[in-house]
C-alpha cells in the first residue's frame, strides 16, 4: 500500500499506453497520431490519449 514514489524511478521502460475510449494499445512510438504540442490522437477512434508530455501520472 504504501509505496512512495521516488522521482527517479523509470515507470516503463519504452511507456505503453492504451486508449481510454477503445482500448488502443501502443507505445509511445507507436502508432498513435502525433498532433503539436505533444497531444497523442487514437488512430483508432480519434481519442486524445495524452494531452501534453508529463510523465509520471499516477494511472
Ligand atoms: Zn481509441
Same mark, same amino acid.
Given at each position: 500500500?504504501? *509505496?512512495?514514489?521516488?522521482?527517479? *524511478?523509470?515507470? *516503463?521502460?519504452? /511507456?505503453?499506453?492504451?486508449?481510454?475510449?477503445?482500448?488502443?494499445?501502443?507505445?509511445?512510438? /507507436?502508432?498513435?497520431?502525433?498532433?503539436?504540442?505533444?497531444?497523442?490522437?487514437?488512430?483508432?477512434?480519434?481519442?486524445?490519449?495524452?494531452?501534453?508530455?508529463?510523465?509520471?501520472?499516477?494511472?
Amino acid at each position: 500500500m504504501s *509505496r512512495p514514489e521516488s522521482p527517479s *524511478r523509470p515507470a *516503463r521502460p519504452k /511507456g505503453t499506453l492504451f486508449c481510454p475510449t477503445c482500448g488502443h494499445e501502443s507505445g509511445l512510438d /507507436g502508432d498513435w497520431i502525433a498532433v503539436e504540442g505533444g497531444t497523442l490522437v487514437c488512430p483508432d477512434c480519434g481519442a486524445v490519449v495524452v494531452a501534453q508530455p508529463t510523465f509520471g501520472v499516477p494511472a
